[in-house]
Nanobody, 122 residues
Framework: VQLQASGGGLAQAGESLRLSCVVS????????MAWFRQAPGKERESVAG????????YYADSVKGRFTISRDNAKNTVYLQMNSLKPEDTAVYYC????????????????WGKGTQVTVSS
């Protein structure tokens, strides 16, 4: 199973970016998908997660109301729409996948992408 994230870049505070993660191999429609991020000098943290059907989602408190996770099972792709970006959103963003229960924690994810850099200037 391979995960390829894209869509990162440089944005100014208040702007938007959309991340995409394409999954190849395995059965995408059965996976719980999630986004994590890691800022310099900080531990990796969960950002958002979505269950296999898209009927359940999770958001970290720091991004609630600003970020939206979604998925397209026909395209084997999960998205993270990031609005009203803040400088503190600057990090490398990783997509990850797991199977089974809807959990969003680093230790429970089975597959990881390489990450995409998001930089937000003030």
């Amino acid at each position: 199973v391979q995960l390829q994230a894209s869509g990162g870049g440089l944005a100014q505070a208040g702007e938007s970016l959309r991340l995409s993660c394409v999954v190849s191999g395995g059965t995408f429609s059965s996976y719980v998908m999630a986004w994590f991020r890691q800022a310099p000098g900080k531990e990796r943290e969960s950002v958002a997660g979505i269950n296999w059907s898209g009927s359940s989602t999770y958001y970290a408190d720091s991004v609630k109301g600003r970020f939206t996770i979604s998925r397209d099972n026909a395209k084997n792709t999960v998205y993270l729409q990031m609005n009203s970006l803040k400088p503190e959103d600057t990090a490398v963003y990783y997509c990850a996948a797991t199977y089974g229960n809807f959990v969003v924690s680093s230790n429970d994810m089975n597959y990881w992408g390489k990450g995409t850099q998001v930089t937000v200037s003030s």
